[in-house]
């Protein structure tokens, strides 16, 4: 499976920004994608993912109400609408896919994705 992502830059408190990322290869129905991100000196953290199958859907605290992640089968792509933009959002995004069947407990932990996209730059600034 290999991830491509798009749609980072730079964007005022308050803004918009939409990433899409688009999946190559055998994806297995309920494995999860989604999205991670990585602020300068900070960990790498959760950020969203839906599964493919059933589309049950999971928000890290931090983004729940400001972030909407989608999907779309047919052209195996994940989206991840961002609005009310925060400068704390200011991070790499990186699209994720699990490389099995993951349980929800399981789903915010960056070791159970096997597959990575190259990663995406938001900054948001005034």
């Known amino acids: 499976v290999q991830l491509q992502a798009s749609g980072g830059g730079s964007v005022q408190p308050g803004g918009s920004l939409r990433l899409s990322c688009s999946a190559s290869?055998?994806?297995?129905?309920?494995?999860?994608m989604g999205w991670f991100r990585q602020a300068p000196g900070k960990e790498r953290e959760f950020v969203a993912a839906?599964?493919?199958?059933?589309?049950?859907?999971y928000y890290a605290d931090s983004v729940r109400g400001r972030f909407t992640i989608s999907r779309d089968n047919a052209k195996k792509t994940v989206a991840l609408q961002m609005n009310s933009l925060k400068p704390e959002d200011t991070a790499v995004y990186y699209c994720?896919?699990?490389?099995?069947?993951?349980?929800?407990?399981?789903?915010?932990?960056?070791?159970?994705?096997?597959?990575w996209g190259q990663g995406t730059l938001v900054t948001v600034s005034s």
């Open positions: 994720v896919a699990a490389s099995g069947s993951l349980i929800a407990s399981e789903i915010r932990r960056k070791d159970n994705y096997g597959y």
């Open positions: 839906i599964r493919w199958s059933g589309g049950t859907i």
């Open positions: 290869g055998r994806l297995v129905n309920n494995n999860p």
